[in-house]
């Protein structure tokens, strides 16, 4: 592999990014429905220790129990998701409470981490978890070989998630019906498009994609199972939509950069550079602040195009 420091930094930032952008994405997707979904951090904590679990009880292939281990990571981020999209779209409950609710009930000190002990996986390594492929037989090419062909499964099949979010939402007629809900859910609904079929479909992939993320982190990131282990993960993708502007190739560009600063200072500890790590560990925070300071200027939100009916609740006339 290429030593250069570059190098290693752009390759850390997709493999550290690449949870942020499941969560990021499927966020996205979430509230150009109009809702706003602040249990992304739950519902990756969620998605980490089912899937972390399955791995550990499910005898096979490995690349079958890793397949399944994925999916049953996406099931109970759906699951959590579930729970909101009762709360905010049937009950029309606040969508700020609702989020911070599922966060605290799936997060660190509810279901993920009683889902953790009771199956006494904490700290324990995961029997089969995803490896780096070699791309097109490329891994070794100068430069290009360690940034792009030497990842595992889950970063190219986030690419995939990221073109498909593109087309989706701005080639389809569905992708055209999905901006409208969130924008002005009166005018859709007197289109004849249900609204809230749109939200609750919609929550519950912005959930699947978050279970997924989370199980980045326990089957391809840490390869083991700890109480928390996003670290915040969750709210960083949430900051991650504000800062693409809504738009799934933005938001990947946002998920590598702040994915690079979470793996700085493993990096430069490699390379023997002595520095606080307490710095390392709250640099991407810092730069969420300077980032959402920045993108809530009179200008950025001009640009931004945010729906206009994200966090409001929608009732119909009769």
């Not at 980045?216 to 996003?230: E, H, K, R, Y």
């Not at 993708?237 to 793996?263: K, N, T």
């Amino acid at each position: 592999m290429n030593d250069n420091l570059i190098v290693v930094l752009l390759a850390s930032a997709i493999v550290y990014g690449t949870p942020l952008l499941y969560a990021a994405l499927g966020e996205t997707l979430t509230e150009r429905s109009g809702v706003l979904n602040l249990g992304l951090e739950g519902m990756m904590l969620m998605g980490a220790v089912s899937g972390f679990w399955l791995v550990q009880i499910f005898d096979g292939p490995a690349w079958l129990v890793l397949t399944v281990a994925v999916v049953v990571a996406a099931l109970a981020g759906t699951a959590t998701a579930l729970i909101h999209a009762v709360l905010v779209v049937s009950l029309r409950a606040n969508q700020i409470v609702s989020g911070i609710a599922i966060t605290i009930f799936a997060g660190v000190i509810g279901l993920s981490a009683y889902l953790g002990t009771l199956g006494r996986v904490g700290g324990v390594p995961a029997k089969h978890h995803f490896r780096p492929l070699n791309l097109f037989g490329l891994k070794d090419t100068p430069i290009l070989g360690p940034i792009f062909f030497n990842h595992h499964a889950l970063v190219y099949l986030s690419w995939v998630f990221v073109i498909l979010c593109n087309w989706y939402l701005y080639r389809t007629s569905l992708g055209l019906r999905l901006r409208s809900v969130g924008d002005s859910p009166e005018t859709a609904d007197a289109a004849g498009i249900n609204v809230a079929r749109y939200r609750y479909v919609h929550t519950l992939i912005g959930g699947a994609l978050a279970g997924i993320g989370g199980s980045v982190f326990s089957l391809a990131i840490a390869l083991n199972w700890l109480d928390g282990m996003t670290a915040g993960a969750g709210w960083i993708a949430i900051a991650l939509v504000i800062f693409g502007f809504w738009r799934p190739s933005l938001v990947m560009v946002g998920a590598y950069l702040f994915g690079g600063l979470s793996g700085l200072g493993f990096t430069l500890q490699t390379r023997q550079v002595r520095l606080p790590p307490e710095l390392f560990a709250a640099l991407p925070y810092l730069v969420a602040i300077v980032v959402l300071t920045v993108v809530s200027s009179s200008w950025a939100r001009r640009r931004a195009a945010a729906p206009a009916a994200l966090g409001e609740p929608y009732v119909r006339e009769s």
